[in-house]
């Protein structure tokens, strides 16, 4: 098929929700990805910080095949050790105590939303039900994490929306203070927030958070879907701030590439969640479960992690004798990029034409590249960037 046969296809039997880049991705090895006319492109997005050992990685490609080729699903009516040690690694690694396992981001904040509501009523009662998130927050696609969402663009069409949720100002305690009342049981925030523009929470007010949730039996929840899995140079990022959620949500890099997410909570919520409460079909399937075991056992390590940070540092000073560049924001190889003239949307696009794929994040470029990166493919995404930004 040539690509505009696949680009045809697509206006025709695919729902309109997508604004793609032109281009149709059918092969990779590391971070170089390969499109249908054989065209090269080096990868700074690893399919929004998935695929975080790049395209095809030997041994995720060996853990994957072999287990399709093991046990491919069973349902949750009978126990599975893959699931088990995926569990007890995120445990082990995080203190956390309990793990439910789902398939992507947007279902592990349900989770995790329907645990402060059931620990909330428990304990209280009806009535105490409210979850404050932040103003510019991204939390998923359905209609109760588009509410928990504190962007107004995504409050539209889907009415009427879960009710419950509040939005306050980040890195504002003092806005956070005046939503907190006896109607409210958790606040769920992202430290960076990612699609809101890579914006990073400053230490002292997500300390703050943590102490104003502990005064009022509020629960602190971390949305680490993007942030978590040694995206920002820390296993999960709440790790570098020093601080201890009550529940932190995980998917994106979780699975290396396939569709895998977490909800992980505290000992005093472990048996919030009863048989019947809670339940997936695909969650926790074995290929899934074989893929971030592989992910676990590799990426957080302290080797693993210094290698991220490392990286980053290199690619933001790198970033800095660039032309256009207004100003990076971010951690570890979660980075975005404000542009001297605004244009990181047209960049994007013609970065895709010079051979990098590159993300954008409202009007910032972002780079979410594989953490295995190469120092090679690094600088030859890096040169093409160049090339476009200073045209
Ligand atoms: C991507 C993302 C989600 C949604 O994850 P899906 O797997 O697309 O449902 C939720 N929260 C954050 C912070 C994200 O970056």
Redesign the pocket.
């Known amino acids: 098929m040539t690509f505009e046969e696949i680009k045809n296809d697509e206006q025709q039997y695919l729902m309109h929700t997508y604004g793609r880049f032109n281009t149709a991705l059918v092969s990779g090895k590391g971070a170089i990805a390969k499109d249908v006319d054989g065209k090269e492109y080096v990868d700074f997005t690893s399919g929004?910080g998935v695929n975080i050992f790049g395209y095809c990685d030997d041994g995720w490609v060996k853990a994957v095949s072999e287990q399709a080729a093991t046990i491919q699903h069973m349902s949750n009516l009978y126990y599975s050790p893959l699931q088990t040690s995926v569990a007890k690694k995120l445990c082990e690694l995080t203190g956390f105590d309990k793990v439910f396992l789902c398939n992507?981001?947007?279902?592990a904040?349900e989770c995790a939303i329907k645990i402060a509501r059931k620990y909330s009523f428990d304990k209280y009662g009806e009535g105490r039900q409210k979850i404050v998130t932040l103003v510019n927050s991204?939390?998923?696609?359905t209609v109760t994490?588009l509410a928990a969402t504190g962007q107004d663009v995504f409050h539209n069409f889907f009415f009427p929306f879960t009710e419950g949720f509040e939005y306050a100002e980040a890195n504002n305690i003092e806005d956070l203070k005046a939503h907190i009342n006896d109607e409210v049981c958790a606040v769920f925030i992202?430290l960076i927030q990612?699609?809101g523009g890579v914006m990073p929470l400053d230490k002292s007010y997500v300390e703050a958070v943590q102490k104003l949730c502990a005064e009022n039996d509020i629960l602190f929840m971390v949305?680490e879907?993007?942030?978590g899995i040694s995206r920002t140079g820390d296993f999960f990022c709440y790790q570098g701030y020093g601080v201890k959620p009550d529940v932190i949500t995980s998917?994106?890099g979780l699975g290396g590439g396939l569709p895998i997410?977490a909800c992980l909570c505290d000992k005093k919520l472990s048996d919030v969640m009863t048989a019947g409460t809670h339940g997936t079909t695909f969650g926790g399937n074995p290929i899934a479960c074989a893929a971030a075991k592989e992910v676990l056992s590799r990426a957080a390590t302290p080797e693993f992690l210094s290698q991220v940070r490392e990286k980053g540092e290199y690619i933001k000073s790198e970033l800095e004798k660039i032309g256009n560049v207004k100003e990076i924001r971010g951690k570890g190889m979660m980075i975005g990029i404000l542009t001297e003239k605004d244009n990181a949307k047209e960049i994007a696009a013609k970065c895709v034409e010079n051979g990098l794929l590159i993300l954008t994040a409202k009007n910032l470029l972002r780079l979410l590249p594989p953490l295995n990166i190469t120092y090679d493919e690094i600088n030859k995404g890096l040169s093409i960037l160049k090339k476009v930004m200073e045209a």
């Open positions: 929004i992507s981001g947007a279902e904040n991204f939390h998923g696609r994490t992202e990612g699609e949305d879907v993007q942030t998917a994106k997410g």
